[in-house]
């Protein structure tokens, strides 16, 4: 369609043809022409258009075929059911998953707990392991099986090569590698981090139960690098950990055999002691013992002497209590030597009858004329 307007050097401008509306099919087509003719229809009609309006039901095709919103079988009644049984079981399952989880972790840590009160043997220990295998089934990590066990380990025994062993046995009990292993120690560590004792006792049993290669790689066991005090400080402290678990060992040794001569070597070896440190704290302890020994000699030497003195003091005594009881045992009599006169004075009373003026009362003989009889 061309319009020719007055003015246009370029000739008469083109004015886009009108678009004729698609043509609609189905219920939309039948309900768009019903709406046109109502709109076309007299004011009469107004009232009949919009009950056409209103009254038309709601309809939605798909591939062609009417679908009812509101119909039992296809609409949104039909599929309602579904949504909600699908809804259950989809929460269901979360909540049995979320289960299953906690039970999970109630059992790894009934693990730990079970295997440091009661796997004192490695029978013991391994029947535990065996148990909770199986009621944590095949999906269960072994390395939080590991940690639990270290984490009760350390914060109910003390440091000892009993400990040192039975951590290294549990490890090989649950088949985990050293790689793995030292990587379960590492997590440990991190959690371990606000009790540094407990850290400290987890450091010295893992030095000693993973092998050297591991230990002195600081990529591969990072436990030292979990502690807030300097690696020198961490280094004394573990020293004298090991110092004294050692001297335990030597004073039991000893207790059992006091002529023990040579230091415990199976035990050192557990403990990665040095020889040099092996037979100086042996020394050291063989030493106080013998000290001791001396010591407690001597207060026997010295209680003994005590007690002779004791019984010289004792004996001492009876030999003036019985000197004592032969001058004053009485009444003790003496007779007149001129008219045999006998007088017994009161024992300890003979001074006075027999002072300076002391005459007898029959003949008149001074005290010096009278004699003691028995």
């Known amino acids: 369609m061309f319009v020719s307007l007055p003015g246009l050097a370029n000739g008469p401008l083109r004015l886009p043809e009108a678009r004729t509306a698609p043509r609609m099919r ?15 229809a007299p004011q009469s009609n107004k009232g009949e258009r919009h009950f056409h309006q209103t009254q038309e039901p709601e309809h939605e095709t798909l591939g062609g075929k009417r679908i009812d919103l509101f119909s039992p079988r296809s609409g ?66 072994r390395g939080q099986m590991l940690q639990s066990y270290a984490q009760f380990l350390v914060a109910e ?24 292993a030292a990587k379960a120690f590492n997590e440990l560590g991190v959690q371990l981090e606000k009790q540094p004792s407990l ?14 290669s591991i230990v002195s790689s600081k990529e ?28 335990d060992i030597v004073e039991r040794a000893l207790d059992k055999d006091e002529e023990l001569n040579e230091p415990p070597a199976n035990e050192a070896q557990v403990l990665r002691l040095p020889e040099a440190d ?3 704290i042996f020394s050291a302890a063989v030493a106080q013992r013998r000290q001791a020994s ?4 001597q207060a026997v030497r010295e209680a003994q002497l005590g007690n002779a003195m004791k019984q010289l003091d004792v004996a001492d ?13 009485g009444p003790r009599a003496f007779e007149c030597n001129s008219c045999a006169y006998t007088i017994r004075p009161a024992a300890g009373r003979e001074w006075k009858f027999f002072g300076d003026s002391f005459k007898c009362p029959v003949c008149g003989s001074g005290k010096d004329q009278f004699s003691e009889i028995e």
């Open 76 to 141: 949104l009644a039909f599929y309602l059911p579904l949504v909600a049984l699908i809804a259950g079981v989809i929460t269901a399952s979360t909540l049995g998953v979320k289960r299953f989880m906690q039970r999970q972790k109630d059992l790894v840590v009934e693990f730990g707990e079970t295997a440091v009160y009661y796997g004192n043997t490695k029978q013991n220990l391994a029947k535990i392991v065996q148990d909770y295998k199986k009621k944590l089934g095949p999906g269960v990590k």
């Open 220 to 247: 591969l066991l990072t436990l030292r690098a979990s502690s807030p005090q300097d690696d020198t400080v961490i280094s004394q402290l573990q020293r004298d950990m090991l110092t004294r678990c050692y001297r």
């Open 26 to 40: 189905g219920d939309r087509a039948r309900r768009s022409r019903r709406l046109q003719d109502s709109s076309s």
């Open 317 to 329: 005594a009876e030999d003036t209590s019985a000197s004592a009881s032969n001058s004053v045992q």
């Open 278 to 280: 092996v037979s100086a």
């Open 157 to 180: 025994r003390a440091v000892s090569v009993e400990s040192v062993t039975d951590l290294s046995m549990v490890q090989e009990l649950l088949g985990i590698s050293d790689a793995s």
């Open 294 to 297: 001396n010591i407690a000699e």
């Open 199 to 212: 850290l400290g006792k987890l450091i010295f049993l893992v030095e000693r139960s993973l092998p050297e």
